[in-house]
């Protein structure tokens, strides 16, 4: 496939390698221009573009980027063909995206998104930790591979980005419509605690709408008073599984 990514950081970074390595035409872009993209990532494969090519002569447009994003990049989306995939990875954190109402209010991370981008997408690859997805990558059939929900109003876009998680090194799970993509968001019992395909359907079952965003602040509350003074921008793997089985699970 033709794959436009549309976003350079931790998630972003592990999507080029992974989707390369399985020989797909992947592009991927920053919001600061190709000139700005550092040399590791680079050498992970593809090509970097400015963020109108990433978008241009492709099957899939993937948006690694906050939440909080979404908004400026919904004119660049507007420009691509029907039919085009667009796959969703992000997440609400209130605390770095400032206040959504409607979120707060209860609508769905993914239904947002939508609004925001007059288009439909599939939710992917938010559940995961970026430091799992980079350290943890297991061949098809492996009893311990990592599984993430996957959603979208379209079965057939379901399909297609369950195709893709799966090039990626990981199991996918049809996880339904838009509107049940709540139980894949943070502070949910499946997010970032690593489980396998047997374990994720009783997670995302046991879900907690009213639960699930108290749980996020409280958790991100540990893990930045964990990363403060230290230089670095995300918890390591090991870590961020155990602190979210013992919160969210």
């Excluded at 949910?188 to 749980?215: F, G, I, M, Q, W």
């Excluded at 540990?222 to 089985?245: F, H």
Aim: glycine letters at 8%.
């Amino acid at each position: 496939m033709k794959i436009g990514i549309l976003g350079t950081g931790a998630i972003g970074k592990t999507l080029i390698q992974r989707l390369s390595a399985a020989r797909h035409d992947v592009k991927f872009a920053n919001s600061r221009g190709p000139e700005t993209i550092q040399a590791d990532v680079l050498s992970l494969g593809g090509h970097a573009v400015a963020a109108s090519e990433a978008m241009r002569d492709v099957d899939v447009v993937i948006l690694s980027v906050p939440l909080n994003r979404i908004p400026e990049i919904a004119p660049l989306v507007a420009g691509l063909p029907p039919g085009t995939l667009i796959i969703d990875t992000s997440n609400y954190y209130p605390q770095r995206d400032g206040m959504i109402d409607a979120i707060e209010g209860g609508q769905v991370e993914s239904l947002w998104v939508v609004e925001q981008l007059g288009r439909p997408v599939a939710k992917a690859w938010n559940s995961i930790s970026a430091g799992s997805f980079a350290s943890t990558s297991k061949p098809a059939g492996s009893p311990e591979r990592i599984a993430i929900p996957v959603a979208a109003d379209s079965e057939k876009d379901r399909k297609a980005a369950m195709g893709l998680v799966e090039d990626t090194g990981l199991d996918a799970l049809d996880a339904g419509p838009l509107a049940d993509s709540w139980r894949q968001q943070p502070g949910a019992p499946c997010y970032c605690t690593d489980l396998t395909r047997t374990e994720l359907p009783a997670a995302l079952a046991a879900a907690d709408a009213v639960r699930s965003p108290k749980r996020r602040d409280i958790s991100l509350a540990a893990v930045m008073e964990r990363l403060a003074g230290s230089g670095e921008t995300n918890p390591n793997a090991e870590y961020m599984v155990r602190l979210s089985r013992a919160m969210f699970m």
